[in-house]
Structure formats: structure tokens, C-alpha cells
């Protein structure tokens, strides 16, 4: 049985990691499906196991802090901040750092996928207007994202499954790496500056403010909105906070919700619910609890050398099979490393920053390139040569600060 689970479990990995594997193309929703459904024909757990595995609490919240982006768009919120940041930014350099933030911002609150979903088109748009290259904002908008999210357990998916497993409080997890997540966005601010301050010489254009918006339902979102956003820090149930702010705004716009709906990315939804099932069968074998046995006295988060070890291997597995499974496979086996708080904000913190290490490291970077491919290539070469020095400074900030502020 061990066997014939492993084979499966490497099989989803080959579908999920692999995007364009010619035998099957099917993608990576669909891989985590063939897998989930493997492991329930081989026996490895039985239809009820399977349900139990999934982490409701983490669908929930992803759902609903998705609904609320979508409603957030359709208000034209990200328009109008863009627009207002343009305002206020008159040089490329001022708008680079000014993409920072507002990516790293918006992330931390809302889900980075989504942020940058939505975000790419207007800073395209803002680079087309006032001629200047793309390349540098696009990778600024990647990575800020990606390090924005990990300041908050609604950030990203895996910080979200983290939240949920560790019992962590929104504000408590905040108060941790909300400032190694501060401090990674100034690094990388920093060597933005460094990058591409050469290129980014000239000014900005104005973008005449648009009147389209609908004021009623732009100021209704945004307080709905500041609403969640506050049922967060007082400690209410993350999941259906969200989905409360959600259903406020369906009832709010008297109208059927399917566009709202079709617009939520139910296949990454799916992907994830396939991805608890796939992680439940191979832990079922004990192979992850062994190899945790053995490999835990290196570990230990007291010690420098366990801390820096702890670090490299979940930003190695993180770009391996990527972060979400390696916080399901880590997350179990943290008590054995001493200190597990400390473990909790590290793997959600190390876990999300290497993601920035290649172009393909995170959904949120595919996201931007995806998006932007029509106006501009995001090539892999030239996505790395910012985001390894980037990942390995912010890696280095990130985790310092963490530690100091957990010891």
C-alpha cells in the first residue's frame, strides 16, 4: 500500500509542478483531482476520510475573501486607487515604490492571487500612459505581493491553512510577522531602487480621474469591507467573516450574484480541496512522520544553525512542490522543533517569501506574467535575476526579525 500511495503522490506532484507535461496537459487542478480520486481507488483513505481531510475553515475564507475582491473590482476601488497613487507619485521611481506599497498593502488584506488579478491591467495601463517600462513594476507588483501576504493569515492559501491548523488569532499572528513582512517590503524596495533607478528617469503623466464609478456602491463596498477587514482583528471566525461581508453586498446589490460568482476561482478552490485529500493519503503511510523523526534534531528552532536549516528547507521544498503542500506536510511535525509558535509564523513567513524566488514559484507570479503577456513578455531569466537576491535579502531581514521578536 505504502507503494501504491507514493506512486500516486508523485504522480499529482508530476501533473501539479510540471504545467506543460506532454503525456497529460491537463493542468493543475485537474492533476490534484486525478490524484484525490487515486488514492480513494487504491484504498489509500475511504470517501469519509477524504471529506474529513479537507480544511473547510481555509475553503471558506478563500471563497469569501474572493467574492469580496470581486465586488471590491466591480466598484472600481482598483482603478481608484491606482489613480490616486499616480496622483501623488510624479517621477517612475516614486511610482515603483509607490506599487510596493500599494501591492504589499492590498495583499496583506485581501488575497495576493486576486490582487494581483486585478492589479496588473491598471499598472499596465499606468506604464503605457506615462511611457515607461514595464518589466520593473510588473516584478515589483509580483514580489511585493507575495511579501505583503505574509504579514496576515488571510494573505495567501497557505497562510490561511496555517491559521486554521496552528489556532493562531488574526492580531497575534499580525503583531509577529506584520513587521518581518514591513521590513522585507523596504529590502525590496531597496533593491528596486538598485535595479532599475536608471531606467526610470522620467516623469509621470497624469490620468485625468474617471467619473464612472458608482458612488453608492463604491463607499457601501469599501465599508463593508473595512468591516471584515475589522471582524478580523476582534478575533471573529475568519471564514464566515468574510462570507458575512460577501452576502452584505449580494443583498446590497439586489441582483443575481452568478457574475459575481463566475468570476471566483472555483478550479483553485478545487486544486485545493483535491491537495488536502492527496497530503492526507501519503501521511496515512507514516513516511512523513518517520522522516520528521529522524531529520528533527537538525531542526531545532533555539539554535542558529536549526533556524537557518529550518529556513532552507521549506524555501527549497517550497519551490519544489510548492508552498502550499510543504506547509500541509510541515505543519503536523512542528512541535518536535521546540518553539512552536515561533514554527508556525516562520513556515508562513519562509514558505510565502520563496515564492519569489523564480517566476514560477507562485500562483501570484504566474498571475502577472499571464496578464500582462499581451503588453509585455515577463521573461524567466529576467524575472530571476531580481527575485533570487530579492528572496534570499528578505529571507535573511524576515526571519532575523521574526526571531527576535519570538525569543
Not at 521546540?338 to 519569489?356: E, K, Q, R, Y
Request: proline fraction near 4%; glycine fraction near 10%; include cysteine.
Amino acid at each position: 500500500m505504502t507503494t501504491a500511495v507514493t506512486a500516486v503522490f508523485l504522480l499529482t506532484y508530476a501533473l501539479i509542478v510540471s504545467r506543460r507535461l506532454r503525456l497529460l496537459p491537463i493542468g493543475r487542478p485537474a492533476g490534484a483531482l486525478v490524484g484525490a480520486v487515486l488514492m480513494i481507488s487504491i484504498g489509500a483513505l475511504s470517501p469519509v476520510e477524504s471529506y474529513e481531510a479537507i480544511d473547510h475553515d481555509t475553503i471558506v475564507l478563500l471563497f469569501g475573501t474572493m467574492a469580496l475582491t470581486v465586488y471590491l473590482e466591480r466598484a472600481g476601488f482598483f482603478d481608484w486607487l491606482a489613480i490616486r497613487m499616480i496622483s501623488v507619485c510624479p517621477t517612475g521611481i516614486s511610482f515603483l515604490f509607490g506599487t510596493v506599497l500599494l501591492s504589499g498593502a492590498l495583499s496583506a488584506l485581501l488575497v495576493n492571487d486576486t490582487v494581483c488579478l486585478f492589479l496588473t491591467p491598471v499598472i499596465i495601463s499606468a506604464c503605457r500612459t506615462g511611457g515607461l517600462p514595464m518589466g520593473p513594476y510588473l516584478i515589483a507588483l509580483a514580489t511585493s505581493a507575495n511579501i505583503g501576504s505574509a504579514a496576515t493569515l488571510v494573505g495567501n492559501p497557505q497562510n490561511m491553512i496555517i491559521g486554521s491548523m496552528s489556532g493562531f488569532s488574526f492580531s497575534s499572528f499580525f503583531l509577529f510577522a506584520g513587521p518581518a513582512a514591513a521590513a522585507g517590503l523596504i529590502v525590496n524596495s531597496g533593491l528596486l531602487w538598485v535595479y532599475y533607478r536608471r531606467q526610470l528617469t522620467g516623469k509621470m503623466l497624469k490620468i485625468p480621474p474617471t467619473n464612472g464609478k458608482d458612488r453608492r456602491r463604491f463607499f457601501l463596498t469599501l465599508l463593508v469591507t473595512g468591516g471584515v477587514i475589522a471582524g478580523f482583528f476582534a478575533g471573529l471566525h475568519l471564514g464566515y467573516t468574510a462570507v458575512a461581508g460577501a452576502v452584505i453586498l449580494v443583498v446590497a446589490d439586489r441582483r443575481d450574484p452568478r457574475d459575481v460568482f463566475s468570476r471566483v476561482d472555483w478550479s483553485l478552490l478545487l486544486f485545493f480541496c483535491c491537495l488536502f485529500i492527496v497530503v492526507a493519503g501519503l501521511a496515512k503511510t507514516g513516511i512523513i512522520e518517520r522522516a520528521w523523526r529522524i531529520s528533527a534534531p537538525y531542526f531545532i528552532l533555539s539554535e542558529t544553525s536549526g533556524l537557518a536549516s529550518f529556513s532552507a528547507l521549506i524555501t527549497f521544498g517550497s519551490n519544489l512542490i510548492s508552498n502550499v503542500p510543504m506547509v500541509m506536510l510541515a505543519g503536523p511535525h512542528l512541535h518536535e522543533l521546540g518553539s512552536v509558535d515561533l514554527g508556525w509564523v516562520l513556515l508562513a513567513f519562509v514558505s510565502t517569501i520563496a515564492g519569489n524566488f523564480t517566476l514560477l514559484g507562485s500562483v501570484a507570479n504566474i498571475i502577472v506574467a499571464e496578464r500582462a503577456k499581451e503588453d509585455y513578455t515577463l521573461g524567466f531569466r529576467e524575472y530571476l535575476r531580481f527575485g533570487a537576491p530579492s528572496t534570499i535579502l528578505v529571507m535573511i531581514v524576515g526571519v532575523s526579525v521574526i526571531y527576535f521578536l519570538m525569543r
